[in-house]
């Protein structure tokens, strides 16, 4: 089991085959692997991914696409519901659900159908708000995979669908953790959000975990909580959905789709009026906003 990560930029150093190589670690609690991805260093807009991760098209390892995709929004905690621990959503969580129920038939989604024959689809499933906070500040893989099967134990009746993305969110306070490596919020500040997927009762469950965006590194400037969310829902969909169990769709150093685009070019309000990035498209041989 591998996951696939965005990393929080702490130096201001561009990529390097010999960073890109470093993407892949594995993670001390969960025992897979992390696929790591650099943002923008803090500050600078301007950061530009080094011409070996632009220059190579995305390779067809094999591994199996979601051809017709799902998202499950699953909110942790009292703070995304309105009123503080009913089931309705809050602005935060009302405004994401609203974006993943029209981003899968955008133009900004519809650039991944070249792989494999993904089709573009409704992907708006199902949310769910937990009433209670993660049980730790720093939240671990482990716990992650353990919110999304209290997610299909109690509110699915145990039906696993293996055509969805369970992607978590963390509230405000609360930190990801990986090893020596957190998100926004924790001391060691090494990436943004990631996906991965794992066997639960012998299906293979694809999600996604997504901290609270509090810090410039994984920020855009000028957007909003829900607008930064809207980025990582962006690139994070996209690459679980074209690199499920990553052994399908990524360059040769690594790099999955998302990956060669983030952070550079900008970021932007797109379809919708919905946090963006933009993405790699092999017809293209480049980063594009739409298809």
Same mark, same amino acid.
């Given at each position: 089991m591998r996951i696939k990560v965005i990393l929080a930029a702490l130096v201001f150093v561009s990529l390097s085959l010999p960073a890109l190589a470093q993407q892949r670690v594995v993670d001390s609690n969960s025992g897979g692997t992390l696929h790591l991805f650099q943002p923008k260093p803090v500050g600078d807009e301007d950061f530009v991914i080094q011409p070996e991760a632009r220059n190579?098209?995305?390779?067809? !390892?094999?591994?199996?696409?979601?051809?017709?995709?799902?998202?499950?929004?699953?909110?942790?905690?009292? *703070?995304?519901? @309105?009123?503080?621990?009913? =089931?309705?959503?809050?602005?935060?969580?009302?405004?994401?659900?609203?974006?993943? $129920?029209?981003?899968?038939?955008?133009? +900004?989604?519809?650039?991944?159908t070249q792989y494999s024959?993904? =089709?573009?689809?409704?992907?708006f499933s199902d949310y769910w708000i937990d009433p209670a906070n993660p049980p730790h500040t720093?939240? *671990?893989?482990?716990?992650?995979?353990?919110?999304?099967?209290?997610?299909? @134990?109690?509110?699915? &009746? &145990?039906?696993?669908? %293996?055509?969805?993305?369970?992607?978590?969110?963390?509230?405000?306070?609360?930190?990801? %953790?990986?090893?020596?490596?957190? $998100?926004?919020?924790?001391? !060691?500040?090494?990436?943004?959000?990631?996906?991965? !997927?794992?066997?639960?009762?012998?299906?293979?469950?694809?999600? &996604?975990?997504?901290?609270?965006? $509090?810090?410039?590194?994984?920020?855009?400037?000028?957007? %909003?909580?829900? =607008?930064?969310?809207? !980025?990582?829902?962006?690139?994070? %969909?996209? +690459?679980?959905v074209t690199d499920p169990d990553l052994n399908a769709w990524y360059d040769r150093q690594g790099n999955e789709a998302d990956d060669k685009c983030a952070w550079s070019p900008s970021p932007f309000i797109g379809t919708g009026g919905y946090g963006y990035q933009y993405e790699w498209s092999n017809q293209d041989h480049g980063c594009v906003r739409t298809k």
């Open positions: 190579n098209n995305l390779v067809n !390892h094999g591994g199996p696409v979601i051809t017709s995709a799902k998202v499950v929004m699953i909110f942790w905690g009292p *703070s995304f519901a @309105n009123p503080a621990g009913s =089931q309705t959503p809050g602005a935060i969580a009302g405004e994401l659900n609203a974006m993943v $129920s029209q981003f899968g038939t955008t133009g +900004e989604y519809n650039t991944i024959g993904i =089709q573009q689809a409704n992907l720093a939240v *671990s893989d482990t716990d992650i995979r353990n919110e999304v099967k209290n997610y299909i @134990n109690s509110r699915a &009746g &145990g039906s696993i669908n %293996t055509s969805a993305v369970y992607e978590v969110f963390l509230p405000n306070g609360f930190y990801s %953790t990986s090893g020596n490596s957190t $998100s926004c919020g924790g001391p !060691h500040l090494q990436y943004c959000a990631y996906h991965s !997927h794992f066997t639960f009762n012998s299906k293979d469950v694809k999600y &996604g975990s997504m901290p609270y965006p $509090s810090c410039g590194g994984c920020q855009w400037t000028g957007w %909003t909580t829900a =607008q930064n969310f809207e !980025h990582f829902i962006c690139h994070e %969909t996209r +690459e679980a």
